[in-house]
């Protein structure tokens, strides 16, 4: 980013935190789409997503003051959606039930498996990687997310949703279990509708 973006977007967010409706609503078209994109991944469904975005935006336009012009303002932005999404998946209280604490997980030591999600992936679109994850429950989708996309270590995941580190990577290990079957289960039914044709 150059200097006069720079200045550009510094003189936007100041505008966003007096309150001018117009900064604030250009301000949210440059990031919403993709903060929705993330909280997709985080919800349930489409309607979920918009909800937490909402939620995670109103929060980012209370926070923006605080925001200190250093780093990446995407990524300060989305660390609040994230978060958003997190307090949103804490006030479940009916998925607590689904953590598991055995503490026995799989460690991925071959690169076999690595290697036939990621041919999977390709050959899917991001739409339908994203309703096959929607499809886990929330207890996996979330821990699957804070690790794989979010870059969080177990020790991290462990805290965030108080839960064991033990916890975190079994239900890490069977968040990829279950999307992996997803997956093949959403390829054997394509080529089979492409047999039917």
Known sequence: MDLMENSNLENLIRSCIKGDRKCQKAFFKMFYGKMLAVCLR???????ARDICQDGFIKVFANLENYEFSGSLEGWVRR???NTAIDAYRKRKDIFYEFND???YEEDTTDHIEVMEEQMMNKLKVEVVIQLTQKLTPVYRTVL?????E????KEIAEELNISVGTSKSNLSKAKRNLKKLFEDYLNGSRQA???D
């Open 145 to 149: 997310n804070l690790y794989v996309f």
């Open 151 to 154: 870059n969080f270590s177990h």
């Open 102 to 104: 055995n503490l026995e």
């Open 194 to 196: 492409i047999a039917n």
């Open 80 to 82: 609040i959606i994230v």
């Open 42 to 48: 985080y919800a349930k469904d489409t309607e979920e």
